[in-house]
């Protein structure tokens, strides 16, 4: 069998995993990453481990084709001519600043397909490019640091906030942090830099400071963001009125004005009221967003569904977790666990490009609404290490050099191959109140035959 009737096998049962591996030889182009690790790198250089080498062994963990670092070294036992305790050392110094360089420059070479492939969803708010804004703190590490031995307390090696655009679905941002514990407000100043006319900004209470609304507004951009009850200076400058209702429960709105402590500079925005039908999970009955978008945009209702489209980032956070290996326990230095998290989120953005594809050959509708990045991922994992010892990388190496519109051809021709049955989304019915447990002090074991013929009898 020659290469091509190979390649056509694969497009033919795992499609998913071809268009996932030509779109990261584009995606990771090794000159690229190593003229941007000579660009952003201040303490560490190249000289004889590469960081493109790095990123190819770290995506194997996160996409779950290795389950760990060294498993993913022993594999490329050849390929790399430094010892295990050098990738490890390497790891350990990666600077933020080249993890967030990384994860911002590899969406920038993938958002023009997302646009090619005309497969864009519609903004929250028509008229504006929407940026969803949030925290992620990552998950205990194992004690691996001599500094964390003396203590049974989870050793958390860090967190980043990551800038989601809904209209792509790509992460076009992210900045990570070493320390655990620093406020999520303490990093603002590291976002507002990435605000431009015509943006708005979705964010939860947690930023809503001051400093976020006033950077917001003096970069040209515009705001939609919960309100936190003590971080602001604000008076009120209307009464209530009426707004109509949503899903979720009745919407009011006034103006309020916001005083600039540093400056004194007073904005009139728009304060609206969702009273909820039902509490959310922290027992709140009540939501006030704030915003200065113009009523003539949009009125209260449509904002406060727009808030809700908050939520596709902590979905995002979920694939990382569930689909993607985001949080590798064995890495417990904080710089090396940051790195393999923003190289979870090329990994994700590289999987929000497929779907892309396949919105584009199916249907936004039926792609978002039917179609789960869990099993799409789960068919790279399972496939990419026998695809790539039938198809050496010279095989993908042309996909690195297709313009934009040869790229989205291809990839509307593997999207026509997906059955995207065989990714279905499992959509949970309303939760039921658990039963009344028995408490298992006297009869520490049943039998599960027994039970059935017992429920069985009854029914």
């Not at 030509?22 to 000289?47: G, I, N, S, V």
């Not at 989120?345 to 039926?366: D, I, P």
């Amino acid at each position: 069998m020659t290469l091509g009737e190979t390649f056509e096998r694969f497009l033919q049962e795992a499609p998913i995993a071809v268009m996932y591996r030509a779109l990261l030889e584009r995606a990771l182009d090794p000159h690229e990453l190593d003229r941007l690790f000579e660009r952003e790198a201040t303490e560490q250089y190249t000289k004889e481990l590469l960081f493109s080498t790095l990123v190819d062994l770290m995506a194997t963990v996160v996409l779950g084709v290795k389950p760990t670092v060294r498993a993913a070294y022993l594999a490329s036992l050849g390929e790399i001519i430094v010892s295990l305790t050098a990738v490890y050392e390497k790891l350990k110094g990666i600077e933020p600043g080249v993890c967030r360089a990384f994860v911002r420059d590899t969406a920038g070479r993938l958002e023009p397909l997302v646009h090619e492939l005309d497969a864009a969803l519609p903004g929250p708010v028509p008229g504006y490019r929407t940026k969803i804004l949030d925290g992620n703190h990552l998950a205990g590490t194992e004690h691996r640091v001599p500094a964390t031995r003396a203590t049974r307390a989870a050793a958390l090696p860090g967190q980043a906030l990551a800038v989601l655009d809904p209209a792509t679905m790509l992460v076009i941002d992210v900045v990570p942090c070493e320390d655990a514990h620093a406020q999520e407000r303490s990093l603002v100043d590291q976002v507002l830099p990435g605000v431009a006319p015509g943006d708005l900004w979705v964010a939860d209470r947690n930023f809503c400071t001051s400093r976020m609304l006033f950077g917001i507004l003096a970069g040209g951009g515009s705001l939609l963001i919960r309100q936190h009850k003590s971080t602001l200076h604000w008076e009120e400058a209307t009464a209530w009125s009426d707004a109509g209702r949503v899903a979720t429960g009745a919407v009011s709105e006034q103006a309020i004005r916001v005083t600039d402590p540093d400056s004194g500079t007073v904005v009139e925005l728009r304060r609206i009221r969702l009273v909820l039908d039902r509490p959310t999970r922290s027992r709140d009955k009540e939501l006030f967003l704030l915003t200065d978008v113009p009523r003539g945009r949009a009125d209260a209702a449509a904002l406060a569904m727009a808030y809700r489209s908050r939520w596709r980032l902590e979905n995002v956070f979920q694939i990382l977790t569930e689909a993607l290996v985001c949080e590798i326990d064995t890495l417990a230095y904080p710089k090396a666990a940051l790195f393999g998290f923003c190289t979870a989120l090329v990994a994700y953005n590289v999987l929000a490009t497929v779907r892309a594809a396949l919105r584009s050959e199916h249907g936004a509708e039926e792609v978002e609404t039917r179609a789960s990045s869990h099993h799409m991922a789960d068919e790279v994992a399972s496939t990419y290490k026998g695809m790539m010892i039938a198809l050496p990388p010279a095989t993908w190496e042309p996909y690195g050099r297709l313009d934009d519109r040869e790229m989205a051809e291809f990839l509307r021709e593997a999207a026509s191959q997906a059955w995207l049955a065989k990714y279905p989304r499992t959509t949970r019915g309303p939760k039921k109140p658990p039963p009344r447990k028995a408490s298992g002090r006297k009869n520490h074991h049943v039998a599960t035959a027994r039970l059935l013929d017992q429920q069985h009898r009854q029914e």
